[in-house]
């Protein structure tokens, strides 16, 4: 009865995802049809009510069109100037920018929005998400004084904690290190016992081992190991661990490094296990240590789909078909009709404003929508875009698969922070829960298609 009833539950998640899809492209479609005919005899967007004109910009924005939405916001702006929206105009217009990287404009929009409307939460997010955009603009001293703007004027604010942890990464990325201790040390004071504590804690280690100053790194990671407060936080006990084990290594103590790296266990799930054991297996080989829970009988949840498609597009760009398989699986669990909420489409989630910077590298020099529920397309365009990550990060997989959920800026700056730049250390610089635990689940997963399949995809 309850596999009955759990089967019930799943069909109706799926009608119901599918139904949201098909009413969201549905949607798209018929806004882009209106706007046609909306227009004056010159091709000027008539005006609207302003609610139809929101209607329209959500849709679009929903759907990353992002030109579009902004010019039916403009239109609000025009002629609505006093409409209870303005808030929700204004942060559109900013977020529009900073998803297309356009920094200093979104920067300037949030200037406007946390101006006008300080007192409600788009107002708040606004002056957070400034501090985010200077960041990307490489202006971090800026950054760490928008980001404590937040915490004096909402100090109960929906990003206080954050804005914390980003004056810290702010002030050391300025190469103000000792400012950047004294924000920890606050942020310890402020926050005791919380997940953040252990995550003010984890910056530093961080920033020890980017300086090179292993003694104190191996300090801050026995600090977190005796907090022994994980839960929730951006570290876990397996990570500090392996940092301190590089510490030690990188410091001459060869012998307590090895030590540490043994003491980190290793299964599918754990990606620092992983690390741990190829430390090991150049340390000392005679301890070589393999998963066990890799078997033949993983294929089923680890299959190949589409080779044919893989050999053509993915290797004969340099990339492995088991890192797209491994991407492919984490964001569609192979649904060539998925739809994520952020308009990210097919087989590997690809966002159309996305696929339309690769889609004539790929062959195809037309694109709809649509199109990238095709699996062909969809892979094609899909690995142009990885090959142009890979040549962008220098062949580092995680970076990549970062850039991939995170965006490349922020790829870009967490690679910045890493020193040495290599896997373990990369990582643990992600700074998004969300980017950081997707990259161990992508980097799990191509672990276990190196060990089932060849690059040609053949079993093992």
Request: glycine fraction near 4%.
């Amino acid at each position: 009865m309850k596999k009955a009833l759990l089967s019930i539950a799943f069909i109706i998640v799926f009608v119901f995802f599918t139904l949201a899809q098909t009413q969201t492209d549905a949607s798209l479609s018929r806004v882009a049809m209106q706007d046609k005919t909306s227009r004056n005899t010159s091709g000027r967007l008539q005006t609207l009510t302003a609610g139809e004109h929101l209607y329209r910009a959500d849709v679009y924005s929903t759907n990353r069109h992002f030109p579009e939405a902004r010019e039916h916001w403009q239109k609000v702006l025009d002629n609505y100037p006093t409409d209870a929206n303005m808030p929700k105009v204004l942060f559109g217009m900013a977020r529009s920018f900073m998803w297309e990287r356009d920094y200093q404009r979104a920067v300037d929009w949030f200037d406007r929005l946390t101006k006008n409307f300080p007192n409600i939460k788009e107002g708040r997010e606004g002056l957070a998400y400034k501090g985010a955009s200077l960041v990307r603009l490489g202006k971090n001293v800026e950054a760490a004084k928008t980001y404590e703007q937040y915490t004096v004027m909402f100090p109960r604010g929906e990003r206080i904690e954050s804005s914390y942890l980003n004056i810290i990464d702010a002030l050391r990325e300025a190469k103000k290190y000792d400012e950047a201790n004294v924000w920890i040390d606050k942020t310890r004071a402020q926050f005791v016992g919380k997940p953040i504590e252990t995550n003010a804690l984890h910056a530093r280690l961080r920033m020890e081992i980017f300086r090179q100053k292993y003694d104190r790194a191996v300090l801050a990671a026995d600090e977190l190991l005796r907090l022994r407060n994980f839960a929730n936080s951006m570290a876990s006990a397996s990570e500090v661990l392996y940092l301190k084990a590089f510490a030690l290594e990188k410091s001459g103590k060869r012998a307590e490094a090895i030590t540490v790296y043994t003491s980190i266990s290793d299964n599918l799930n754990s990606y620092y296990g992983g690390l741990a054991t190829e430390k090991l297996n150049l340390l000392s080989p005679q301890m070589v240590r393999r998963i066990s829970q890799v078997s033949p009988n993983l294929t089923k949840e680890f299959p190949v789909v589409y080779r044919a498609e893989l050999i053509r597009y993915a290797k004969s760009r340099g990339i492995d078909p088991r890192f797209i398989l491994a991407i492919m699986k984490q964001e569609s669990s192979f649904r060539t009709d998925a739809k994520s909420s952020a308009a990210a489409r097919g087989l590997l989630q690809l966002t159309f404003d996305t696929a339309l910077k690769y889609n004539k590298q790929a062959g195809f020099p037309t694109l709809d929508a649509e199109d990238l529920y095709r699996p062909a397309v969809n892979i094609a365009v899909g690995s142009v875009y990885i090959s142009e990550l890979k040549n962008q990060f220098s062949g580092l997989y995680e970076a990549i698969a970062a850039s991939y959920n995170g965006g490349e800026d922020n790829a870009a700056r967490w690679l910045e922070r890493s020193k040495p730049k290599e896997a373990g250390i990369f990582a643990a610089e992600v700074g998004f829960a969300e980017s950081k635990n997707y990259v161990f689940k992508v980097m799990n997963n191509y672990r276990v298609y190196r060990e089932l399949y060849t690059e040609d995809l053949i079993k093992r």
